[in-house]
């Protein structure tokens, strides 16, 4: 139990373009998803806070109208990186959590390659 | 907010035991885990201990928690070539929040 999807796994765009990401939990609601990115050799950077039915909470230093992020349903999230520049290639990826004693079980993450 | 730090690379043999480190700085994290994150892969939950318990045991893996220290160890035993990853620590000092360390590359030598 406690899966997370994660989609796309790749994408390649050009810049100026947008592109979304999707984060669904598959036998679980979440009321609460992470987004994060993780640059090269360093940990995972949270970016924000997505929470079913309001805005979401966007970490310090974060463009919260760079990085839209939308939580629709209890099973959704998505992520949408608009006007894509080279530097925001990386890898994203998000979680959530059932509560309780699952901890957090993350997605397969969407490595993004803007050129 | 809460510092998880860990050492950057760890290189064992086959077959030898391996040990990762981590220390926390937020006396208040109810969770502490331990993540597995292979080449192309998104993290992997592996284990995982609650602050009122020393020690965790599940197959190869060992937790062990001082919580005076704030620090958290991974042992892995009779490590396999397979195990080689990055390991991710986290703590979660509240519901809500979740602070990873940078995560140690472990080599398995063969």
């Known amino acids: 139990g406690a899966v997370v999807s994660q989609h796309p796994s790749r994408v390649i765009c050009k810049s100026g373009t947008s592109v979304k990401i999707e984060c669904r939990s598959l036998?679980?609601?979440?009321?609460?998803m992470f987004w994060y990115r993780q640059f090269p050799k360093q940990s995972l950077m949270l970016m924000a806070t997505?929470?079913?039915?309001?805005?979401?909470?966007?970490e310090q230093g974060v463009e919260k109208d760079k990085f839209l992020i939308n939580h629709a349903s209890l099973t959704l999230s998505t992520l949408t990186v608009t006007s894509a520049h080279p530097e925001d290639s990386s890898f994203y990826i998000c979680?959530?959590?059932?509560?309780?004693?699952?901890?957090?079980?993350f997605g397969s993450g969407t490595r993004l390659t803007v050129v | 907010g809460e510092d998880v730090e860990q050492s950057l690379f760890l290189s064992v043999r086959e077959g030898d035991s391996s040990v990762i480190n981590c220390t926390y700085t937020?006396?208040?994290?109810?969770?502490l885990y331990w993540y597995k994150q292979e080449p192309g892969a998104g993290l992997q939950l592996l284990t995982y201990?609650?602050?009122?318990?020393d020690m965790k045991q599940d197959q190869r893996l060992t937790v062990l928690l001082n919580k005076k220290d704030k620090h958290l160890s991974l042992r892995i035993a009779d490590t396999q070539t397979g195990d080689s990853a990055i390991y991710f620590c986290?703590?979660?000092?509240?519901?809500?929040?979740?602070?990873f360390g940078t995560g140690t590359r472990l080599t398995v030598i063969p």
């Open positions: 979680s959530a959590s059932p509560g309780g004693n699952y901890g957090y079980t």
């Open positions: 036998d679980f609601q979440a009321t609460t």
């Open positions: 997505s929470n079913e039915g309001s805005k979401a909470t966007y």
């Open positions: 937020d006396s208040s994290s109810t969770y």
């Open positions: 201990i609650f602050s009122n318990m």
């Open positions: 986290a703590a979660s000092p509240g519901a809500n929040n979740l602070f």
